[in-house]
């Protein structure tokens, strides 16, 4: 089975609207709110690539594959939560609560 797109809570809130107008639920399906062509990568990607393309697409998740099934979800949350403790690791290494 092949990866054919990605439905998220924020697809459901774009497709009901600001109103939240709650249609009848026999007529609405997964086909009239997912995300067609999601952004997949394998598992050995790059992470600086996958960075810069969600940036550049305004992507908020990519669907991770290994050997072509998927293995997992990456967001924009686990990239800032890794970026934040890159930042910290680096420069607030332990210890450094001395003063000068």
Do not use: W
């Amino acid at each position: 089975q092949n990866l054919v797109g990605v439905l998220s809570d924020r697809d459901i809130k774009l497709f009901l609207g600001p109103d939240f107008d709650y249609p009848d639920k026999k007529d609405v399906t997964v086909r009239d709110v997912y995300m067609e062509n999601p952004y997949i990568v394998d598992l050995n990607e790059r992470l600086d690539i996958v960075l810069r393309a969600m940036a550049e697409k305004h992507i908020g998740s990519v669907l991770v594959t290994r050997n072509g099934k998927l293995a997992g979800v990456f967001t924009s949350t686990d990239a800032c939560e890794s970026f934040a403790e890159f930042l910290r690791e680096k420069f607030n290494p332990p210890g450094g609560d001395e003063a000068a």
